[in-house]
Every structure is written in structure tokens, then in C-alpha cells.
């Protein structure tokens, strides 16, 4: 038996066993990724798709996946590699790439425009040892990392990861307790308090998939919007009214086809909220 530490739940794993996300599982008494180099998705793709709209505009990154997730977000678009019965389908079907290989891989796609390496598709945080190893190595070679995350990890795993993340796009799921822990099975405070670190040190774009009768009031965006504004740097200087925030329309999809498509002139009313905080506010997923 031996305690996870990434995210606010401490799993206690049993030898041989996996904590909540799938994924993490005890070995030899050490709590380890068993997904470790283990890719189900490799693509070269454009940095406004993860979405990041001020970091490096127009060029390539070659993101990769892997499965598992520590969330349970009803409407998840990646499914199938994040929560669901077929995920264990995915782990045997998964290919293996060390971190050598895939660092290998990234600087072949130079001469396409490619620029480094993006962390996503599936939760990477719970297995930030690859990401923490594959990062270190694309930083030798001079080229950008980027994790696209839920943002639901302790700042210890945040802090192994500091030396080798340049941006990150950071899921700011609501701003409510009762639908991060309800709806989403997670922890608002911890999120909050990853965002809040993260932006000390590197380039934070944020995402908030706007879902009719959950998260879409002007007063939970409102509320959302001004709290970015409040988030300061290393120095204690106020810089949040720079950090790009992108609205996102929901599609009924998964375990939530109760209700329609999110109302794409709701999206541009919430955005005009948001603006009276933020100056960077982007609307997408149409």
C-alpha cells in the first residue's frame, strides 16, 4: 500500500492496484504511472488548437496523449482515453515511446515548423514523470513545452515541472464548488491555486467550456474573470489582466446530451463580461 500525492485525494493504492485516475498504481510500495511512455494520440498541429493564441502564433507543435484522467467531466470530448470503460482497451493498444524517442521525434519535426513538445488530449499531470523526463530533454535541444491540463495537482508536482514548461492552457472549469465537485468530482481550490503558481513562471492561457445551466451566468463569469485579473507574477506585480482567457461552446456529447449545444450569442454576451476584466478574451470551439 502507498498514498498518491498528486492530486487532492491521496489516494491509498493497495500493490498492484491503481488510484482514481486509472492510471497511477503501486509498485514495490512506490506509487508510479503505469502509463508511462505509453501514447495513444501523436499529432502536429497548431499551437491556436491547444488553444494557445499568444505563445509562439502561427507556428506547429507536435502534442501527444497518453489515457487516464483525475477528473469525471460528463461532456468529455476525449473520452475514450480519459474515463470509460474502454480505457483499458486503449492501454493495451497504446504504443510505447521513451522519452529519447519522442524527444527524437519532436526535433525531426523541426523543418515542419514544429517548435517542441504539447502535454494533451488526456490528463499528462498524472503521469508528469514522462512529462517531467520528455520535457527535460526537449529543453536541451532548445525547443518549447507546452501541458494542456485540468490543472488538478499538488504545486510539488508542479515544482518538478517548473524548470522544463514554457505555457501551459489550463482548464478553468467554473467557478463554483458545487459544480467542480459534484459534476466534475474534483477540487476548485486546488486548480485555483495551480493556476495561481503557474502564472510566476511561465506563459498561462486559460479555458472554460461554457455549459448551459452550469457555468453560463454573466455573474459566475463575472466573478471568474475578476479573479484572473487579481493574479500577480513572481514579483508581486499585477498581471492577470493579460491572461488570455477562452470561452468555449459546449456540444452535447457522452454521459450529457440532456441539453442543447451552448447559444453561440450567449457566448459573445459572457465574452463582453469578461472583457470589462480581462484584455485578451477569445471564443472558439464552434
Same mark, same amino acid.
Given at each position: @500500500?502507498?498514498?498518491? $500525492?498528486? &492530486?487532492?485525494?491521496? &489516494?491509498?493504492?493497495?500493490?498492484?492496484?491503481?488510484?482514481?485516475?486509472?492510471? +497511477?498504481?503501486? +509498485? #514495490? %510500495?512506490?506509487?508510479?504511472?503505469? !502509463?508511462?511512455?505509453?501514447?495513444?494520440?501523436? =499529432?502536429?498541429?497548431?499551437? /491556436?488548437?491547444?488553444?494557445?493564441?499568444?505563445?509562439?502564433?502561427?507556428?506547429?507543435?507536435?502534442?501527444?496523449?497518453?489515457?487516464?484522467?483525475?477528473?469525471?467531466?460528463?461532456? &468529455?470530448?476525449?473520452?475514450?482515453?480519459?474515463?470509460?470503460?474502454?480505457? =483499458?482497451? *486503449?492501454? $493495451?493498444?497504446?504504443?510505447?515511446?521513451?522519452?529519447?524517442?519522442?524527444?527524437?521525434?519532436?526535433?525531426?519535426? *523541426?523543418?515542419?515548423?514544429?517548435? %517542441?513538445?504539447?502535454?494533451?488530449?488526456?490528463?499528462?499531470?498524472?503521469?508528469?514523470?514522462?512529462?517531467?523526463?520528455?520535457?527535460?530533454?526537449?529543453?536541451?535541444?532548445?525547443?518549447? !513545452?507546452?501541458?494542456?491540463?485540468?490543472?488538478? =495537482? $499538488?504545486?510539488?508536482?508542479?515544482? $518538478?515541472?517548473?524548470?522544463?514548461?514554457?505555457?501551459? !492552457?489550463? #482548464?478553468?472549469?467554473?467557478?463554483?464548488?458545487?459544480?467542480? %465537485?459534484?459534476?466534475?468530482?474534483?477540487?476548485?481550490? @486546488?486548480?485555483?491555486?495551480?493556476?495561481? /503558481? =503557474?502564472?510566476?513562471?511561465?506563459?498561462?492561457?486559460?479555458?472554460?467550456?461554457?455549459?448551459?445551466?452550469?457555468?453560463?451566468?454573466?455573474?459566475?463569469? +463575472?466573478?471568474?474573470?475578476?479573479?484572473?485579473?487579481?493574479?500577480? #507574477?513572481?514579483?508581486?506585480?499585477?498581471?492577470?489582466?493579460?491572461?488570455?482567457?477562452?470561452?468555449? *461552446?459546449?456540444?452535447?456529447?457522452?454521459?450529457?446530451?440532456?441539453?442543447?449545444?451552448?447559444?453561440?450569442?450567449?457566448?459573445?454576451?459572457?465574452?463582453?463580461?469578461?472583457?470589462?476584466?480581462?484584455?485578451?478574451?477569445?471564443?472558439?470551439?464552434?
Amino acid at each position: @500500500m502507498a498514498v498518491c $500525492e498528486v &492530486c487532492y485525494r491521496h &489516494c491509498a493504492i493497495p500493490e498492484g492496484g491503481s488510484g482514481f485516475c486509472g492510471v +497511477r498504481t503501486c +509498485r #514495490d %510500495g512506490r506509487v508510479v504511472p503505469a !502509463n508511462y511512455g505509453r501514447v495513444t494520440a501523436l =499529432a502536429l498541429d497548431p499551437i /491556436e488548437k491547444k488553444p494557445l493564441h499568444r505563445f509562439y502564433p502561427g507556428s506547429m507543435i507536435l502534442s501527444v496523449g497518453s489515457y487516464g484522467c483525475n477528473l469525471r467531466c460528463p461532456f &468529455c470530448q476525449n473520452y475514450e482515453i480519459s474515463w470509460s470503460e474502454e480505457v =483499458a482497451d *486503449r492501454a $493495451e493498444d497504446a504504443a510505447y515511446m521513451t522519452p529519447e524517442m519522442l524527444a527524437d521525434t519532436a526535433e525531426m519535426y *523541426r523543418k515542419k515548423g514544429n517548435i %517542441g513538445l504539447a502535454f494533451t488530449y488526456n490528463e499528462p499531470l498524472i503521469a508528469y514523470e514522462f512529462v517531467r523526463d520528455t520535457a527535460r530533454l526537449t529543453t536541451e535541444r532548445g525547443m518549447k !513545452n507546452v501541458l494542456v491540463s485540468n490543472g488538478m =495537482a $499538488e504545486l510539488s508536482v508542479l515544482e $518538478e515541472l517548473r524548470p522544463y514548461i514554457h505555457a501551459m !492552457n489550463i #482548464d478553468l472549469k467554473g467557478f463554483t464548488d458545487r459544480y467542480y %465537485g459534484e459534476v466534475l468530482q474534483g477540487s476548485r481550490k @486546488m486548480v485555483m491555486d495551480f493556476i495561481r /503558481e =503557474a502564472v510566476r513562471f511561465c506563459h498561462v492561457e486559460l479555458t472554460t467550456l461554457i455549459i448551459p445551466g452550469e457555468n453560463d451566468t454573466p455573474e459566475e463569469i +463575472r466573478e471568474l474573470s475578476s479573479w484572473i485579473s487579481d493574479l500577480t #507574477d513572481a514579483h508581486g506585480n499585477r498581471i492577470g489582466q493579460n491572461i488570455p482567457l477562452h470561452l468555449s *461552446r459546449f456540444f452535447p456529447r457522452f454521459h450529457m446530451t440532456d441539453r442543447d449545444a451552448t447559444d453561440v450569442g450567449l457566448i459573445y454576451r459572457l465574452k463582453l463580461v469578461a472583457e470589462k476584466n480581462l484584455n485578451y478574451v477569445y471564443t472558439g470551439n464552434w
